[in-house]
């Protein structure tokens, strides 16, 4: 079973910057997606940023410009940098990850909070 540890949310200030890292473990199987997902209060789950296995990323309109995800495939972790911090970007944030058989995998989540 596939777990997938959370890290580095809290609360900051708006303009300032935030950290996430995703530890995947115990994947039989080899992963190609990661991502990073949020969801705030009475809204739906959407994506932020994703990263395939060769490097290629996907972002968010939102977010282009602000953050940057990263991966490092030996230690089967992915990372969000978030700089310029809004209040908007107030959310819970979810690690996804995907493997070769297309099955998905959650994190539980770490919250973000941003004060204006």
């Known amino acids: 079973q596939v777990q997938l540890v959370e890290s580095g949310g809290g609360l900051v200030q708006a303009g300032n910057s935030l950290r996430l890292s995703c530890a995947a473990s115990?994947?039989?199987?080899?992963?190609?997606?990661m991502g990073w997902y949020r969801q705030a209060p009475g809204k739906q789950r959407e994506l932020v940023a994703r990263?395939?296995?060769?490097?290629?990323?996907d972002y968010a309109d939102s977010v282009k410009g602000r953050f940057t995800i990263s991966r490092d495939n030996a230690k089967n972790t992915v990372y969000l940098q978030m700089n310029s911090l809004k209040p908007e970007d107030t959310a819970e944030y979810y690690c996804?990850?995907?493997?070769?058989?297309?099955?998905?995998?959650w994190g539980r989540g770490t919250q973000v909070t941003v004060s204006s």
């Open positions: 996804n990850v995907r493997n070769v058989l297309d099955r998905n995998y």
């Open positions: 115990g994947s039989s199987f080899a992963i190609t997606t």
């Open positions: 990263i395939g296995s060769g490097g290629n990323t």
